[in-house]
């Protein structure tokens, strides 16, 4: 019997590789080229599932160029990469690797904030600079962490992660704002107040985006909602690209509108708005809030046994359009 043919997209883990391999007749990408649509729809051909991460785009026209695709499992848990009604349309089951990532990723953005208020890399660069030559009572003075006010914007398990390191850890007052409310149980476990979007603005003297993009978080965080927060704040997005108008922050920061901020995600990544570059109150990093040997394992591992699961008996674990399956 012949095996199933897929597509892996990006580079991934060898034992990843090889588990596929098993059930499979495997496409990989070894060099871990960025493929152009045309380039995709080419190594699709003939593939009954694909393994992606959030670079590759799978929309109307893939799905149209590829007729005989059933499965697109991303190893990440945004989807903004899937067109998931074309997709459900198309009758091709999307899947995504929700709750693996959780903590890490909590912690990451736990991280950049504290690196972002306690200005950890502003002060490296300078210290690599050769530029401390003594101590001052003011140098590099930051934002207080503990006992401020953090505000979250987006409450998944990402957000409540955040929200139960902040209350928890750090003695925080923890509110958020979210399309829709937690339950009063999740509220209590995260010690997290509801606010509407303006109040968490005006607010927060700490604020981390978590929420998925979409055309309507498009821009959420623009020169009107920066001109809304407190010139002490400081603003971490770990969420996407996009959510922040980078070139309105780049004049916030400049003009010390807000404190500092935190990015980990940026619009048009892997290009980084030049400003950003140059403004000294920003931490950069380069979309690692997932990346732990072991988190990006589990991710790996739960594209795999989603593309396995279906493939082989019609079961996938964590599918974004569920309704495929009852055809
Ligand atoms: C991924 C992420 O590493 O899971 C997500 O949504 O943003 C990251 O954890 C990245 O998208 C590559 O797939």
Redesign the pocket.
């Known amino acids: 019997m012949t095996k199933p043919h897929i597509l892996v997209a990006r580079a991934i883990f060898p034992e990843t590789l090889a588990r596929l391999a098993q059930q499979f007749e495997v496409e990989a990408n070894p060099d871990d080229a960025i493929w152009t649509k045309a380039q995709l729809i080419e190594r699709l051909q003939g593939k009954v599932g694909a393994f992606t991460?959030?670079?590759e785009r799978v929309d109307t026209e893939v799905l149209a160029a590829c007729p005989q695709l059933r499965i697109v499992a991303?190893?990440?848990?945004?989807y903004n990469n899937f067109d998931v009604d074309a997709m459900t349309a198309a009758g091709v089951l999307a899947t995504n690797?929700p709750d693996v990532?959780t903590e890490t990723?909590a912690d990451f953005g736990f991280a950049l904030l504290m690196a972002t208020a306690r200005r950890v890399t502003e002060s490296e660069h300078f210290l690599r600079a050769g530029k401390w030559t003594k101590w001052s009572y003011d140098m590099f003075a930051g934002a207080e962490v503990h006992g401020s006010t953090l505000g979250i914007l987006g409450m998944g398990r990402i957000g409540q992660g955040i929200a139960r390191r902040g209350a928890h850890g750090f003695g925080m007052k923890v509110i958020y704002h979210n399309r829709s409310r937690l339950s009063p149980e999740r509220e209590a476990e995260c010690e997290a107040r509801y606010v509407d979007k303006e109040e968490l603005l005006r607010t927060a003297d700490h604020l981390v985006l978590v929420v998925p993009y979409s055309a309507a978080s498009h821009h959420a965080i623009g020169a009107a909602e920066l001109a809304l927060m407190k010139r002490t704040a400081c603003l971490v997005n770990i969420a996407?690209g996009g959510i922040v108008d980078d070139a309105a922050l780049a004049v916030a920061l400049r003009e010390k509108r807000i404190a500092a901020a935190g990015l980990d995600?940026f619009e048009g990544e892997p290009k980084v708005h030049p400003d950003l570059l140059t403004v000294p109150n920003v931490v950069l990093t380069p979309?690692i809030?997932?990346?732990t040997i072991p988190t990006?394992m589990a991710?790996a591992n739960l594209a795999a046994d989603n593309l396995i699961g279906f493939l082989t008996q019609g079961k996938p674990l964590t599918p974004l359009n569920p309704e495929v399956l009852t055809r």
């Open positions: 991460t959030g670079s991303n190893m990440a848990v945004g690797a990532l990723t996407r995600v979309h809030a997932s990346a990006r991710m």
